[in-house]
């Protein structure tokens, strides 16, 4: 008998990964939570029946969201990490010296243990020093913060469950006050080629811009994620990453990536028209 996961992209269009092995079946307080092990990915995670990521392509999301705002400011000290139990974000950060202080917060605790025993590939750093988790709620935390971090990044799940108050008006602009003059924050930004996502990255890109002085989405292709066309938010009180990319200081640090680099990083913010129209549309935030 053959094993297959498939996720929904649409109601009309799924994707499926013919599997090995169903590891782990766990139902938390919060979600219910999966590995798989696949023929072709590797070990699989998914969260209320959403690809959350695989062995074979993690490190396109994770680099990405990471490396992007650490190029464009040298002097990141402190960051704080929404989500990212399954470990990848922090992997990337710990990778520099020059970074005193992470908090990461995450709401299900059963999803940092499940990853630090079933996927070490991403979960392996979540014991550097420098690191504290908070198993906490997200929104709550970022509330009582005031010019406390040079970088903020939203690694969040899609906005259903319990990631839905991370794309919420209230928690950009807790962002925005929790950070310094010099702060950045960077989210995962969905995609526009489904309908739905889109408007989902519409209302998000909508709120953060309302804030934020520089409002930018740049790219990536996640061949594992829905229609393999992925976006991220960069937001910054100062930098424009564009004109501000560091890749001399960046190129110093030694760092070997997978798919990141200087080119990567220029050229992710030249987005395809239709992307920029949909940005065009973006309607007034609410």
């Avoid at 209302?203 to 740049?218: D, E, G, W």
């Avoid at 760092?255 to 220029?266: C, D, F, G, K």
Wanted: hydrophobic share 35%; charged share 25%.
């Amino acid at each position: 008998m053959e094993l297959w996961f498939t996720e929904n992209h649409t109601d009309s269009i799924k994707f499926s990964i013919k599997i090995k092995r169903h590891l782990v079946s766990e139902q938390s307080e919060f979600q219910k939570i999966d590995i798989l092990d696949s023929y072709e990915l590797g070990r699989i995670l998914v969260l209320d029946g959403f690809l959350m990521l695989t062995e074979k392509d993690e490190y396109i999301y994770h680099e990405m969201i990471t490396h992007v705002p650490m190029a464009t400011n040298p002097d990141i000290k402190r960051v704080l990490v929404i989500g990212a139990g399954d470990g990848g974000t922090i992997r990337e950060l710990t990778r520099y010296g020059s970074i005193e202080h992470i908090d990461m917060v995450e709401i299900d605790r059963r999803v940092v243990e499940i990853c630090r025993e079933y996927l070490p590939q991403t979960a392996g750093k979540l014991d550097d020093p420098r690191l504290t988790i908070y198993y906490e709620d997200g929104l709550k935390f970022v509330r009582g913060r005031e010019n406390e971090y040079d970088l903020i990044i939203v690694d969040s799940t899609d906005p259903f469950g319990p990631g839905e108050g991370l794309f919420t008006k209230e928690f950009y602009g807790n962002c925005y006050k929790a950070l310094t003059s010099d702060g950045i924050l960077v989210n995962q930004h969905e995609s526009t080629f489904y309908d739905e996502y889109a408007e989902i990255m519409k209302r998000a890109h909508s709120r953060i811009k309302s804030f934020f002085p520089t409002a930018l989405v740049y790219s990536a292709h996640i061949p594992t994620y829905p229609s393999g066309h992925w976006l991220f938010g960069f937001a910054s009180k100062r930098f424009d990453p564009r004109r501000d990319q560091q890749a001399d200081w960046w190129l110093a640090q030694g760092i070997r990536t997978r798919y990141y680099n200087q080119y990567v990083h220029s050229g992710c913010f030249a987005l395809p028209n239709n992307v920029r129209d949909v940005l065009r549309e973006t309607p007034a935030a609410k």
